[in-house]
């Protein structure tokens, strides 16, 4: 592997690997079907291929061996992804698109507000959250699980994340997030062509709208805690009162910026990993009992106790193997790069695909089968299981959305019995620029356990 950071004048000759042709077409169908085109692309073209997407050129692979070469390179070498169709949408104060040591040093400021004692705060709002929600399903015929389980996410990030506690504030703040994620077209993230405006109705109108809106509602929340003094233990408030590490506070824009990112990587994407999950523990007895009879087993149902459960982590841990947060993440390379029997340009990127990872055989024995046994049998590498992404820019929320996943299902599944009503398949479905559930897994709701 060679890797020259600073080589301008690298005479290795250009090596790409084959992919499929034109732009448009090929991006079309990783939006419509990511899981599927990447997988066809793999078995047509070999591993690594190269996609030509409308934002630009991608070299893909889900080998184990490429994906520790890309997620082993000093951060220096890459940049961003799409950061110009990105960054009119998030702000350009997102982690997702700030790179070098602005991007350090956001990474530093903010990533102790996602880990440590902070999580029993965080997991005791889970708790409520989910079952309160449950509570107020109880006299319905069925349940939709997608929208109970959204409407738990939306609710906890509205509490953990915004700081909403007052219940008309947190009215608004949830009907202003909810109108956000509506608007998120697969389009406005995949091509900054999308970004027009015509007579108040396109994608980037409907998008700027809602992004008002919810501005103006964080604004609210803002000024209300400077006026007031208050301080709390919510994202929000820690922000406003976070300084970097050279005493300057974080400004407005990038709260801003930040808690879009937060919204948007970890509302729906927690939901639907809920939703997966309670669609496969209802479509395989023998993982269900296991699960009960560990969540019977606990002297109690606390957040923190129902985190460290090895079962139930499992579980989790396969839900996101079968139905991953990011099915690809994506670098840009500010330098020339080989990899494998490739050598990349400065101006390509590269990308790790989880679900190609998530599918290896080689890797996972039957990947097609939801086993949570699997976690339990043995350990995988940061290269062969990555739901949340991997090296530098791994996702920061990755503990508080594994805490959330664990703390919501244990809570609801250990007070409360359902059952299937449906039992056609449920497949992956592009829903807006995430992928989730064919249908909204509808339960029948027995009653308490």
């Known amino acids: 592997m060679t890797l020259n950071a600073d080589s301008a004048a690298d005479a290795t000759p250009v090596h790409l690997p084959k992919g499929p042709r034109g732009s448009l077409l090929p991006t079309l169908r990783l939006i419509r079907d990511p899981r599927a085109a ?13 996609l030509r997407a409308l934002n630009g050129p991608v070299v893909v692979t889900g080998r184990e061996d490429l994906i520790r070469i890309i997620h082993g390179q000093a951060p220096n070498i ?20 700030l790179e070098g040591e602005p991007h350090r040093r956001e990474r530093r400021l903010i990533m102790p507000m996602f880990h440590g004692d902070r999580m029993k705060a965080y997991g005791e709002s889970m708790q409520h959250c989910a079952i ?15 929208s109970l389980m959204t409407d738990i996410s939306l609710e906890i990030i509205v509490r953990t994340i915004f700081g909403g506690s007052d219940p008309g504030l947190v009215k608004r703040l949830t009907h202003a997030s909810q109108k956000l994620v509506a608007g998120a077209s ?28 919810l501005r103006l509602c964080l604004n ?49 994407t927690t939901a639907l ?13 023998d993982a269900y009992s296991l699960l009960v009879n560990e969540l019977d087993s606990l002297e109690n149902d606390s957040p923190s106790r129902l985190a460290s459960a090895p079962y139930l982590k499992a579980i989790v841990q396969e839900t996101l193997r079968v139905h991953p947060i990011l099915t690809e993440t994506l670098r840009k390379l500010k330098a020339p790069m080989t990899l494998g029997d490739y050598h990349l340009p400065a101006g390509m990127a590269v990308a790790p695909a989880t679900v190609l990872a998530h599918y290896n055989p080689l890797i996972y024995k039957d990947p097609e089968q939801f086993r949570p046994e699997r976690f339990l049998e043995k350990s995988y590498s940061h290269f062969q299981y990555m739901p949340f992404g991997g ?20 809570s609801l599944l250990k007070r409360y019995k359902f059952e299937l009503i449906d039992s056609a398949p449920v497949v992956p479905k592009r829903r807006n620029v995430t992928i989730g559930p064919s249908t909204s897994v509808p339960l029948r709701f027995i009653g308490p356990r």
């Open 38 to 50: 990447l997988h066809g692309w793999a078995e047509q073209y070999g591993d690594p291929f190269l």
């Open 132 to 146: 309160e929600r449950l509570e107020a399903c109880r006299g319905q015929r069925e349940i939709l699980t997608l």
């Open 273 to 285: 990993t809920l939703t997966w999950a309670m669609y496969h523990l209802h479509t395989n007895p």
């Open 220 to 268: 609210q929340v803002i000024n209300e805690r400077s006026q007031n003094g208050d301080t709390g233990d919510d994202i929000l408030s820690l922000l406003c009162s976070a300084t970097y590490e050279d005493d300057q506070p974080i400004t407005r824009e990038h709260i801003y910026s930040e808690l879009m990112t937060f919204l948007f990587a970890g509302h729906e």
């Open 78 to 97: 890459y940049a961003p992804f799409a950061s110009a169709t990105i960054n009119p949408l998030l702000g350009n104060g997102s982690m997702l698109t």
């Open 391 to 410: 090296g530098h820019r791994r996702c920061i929320g990755a503990a508080f959305a594994s805490h959330e996943i664990a703390v919501v299902l244990g």
């Open 186 to 213: 697969p389009l406005l993230f995949f091509s900054r062509k999308s970004h027009f405006s015509f007579l108040g109705l396109s994608p980037w109108d409907r998008w700027n709208k809602a992004k008002n809106e």
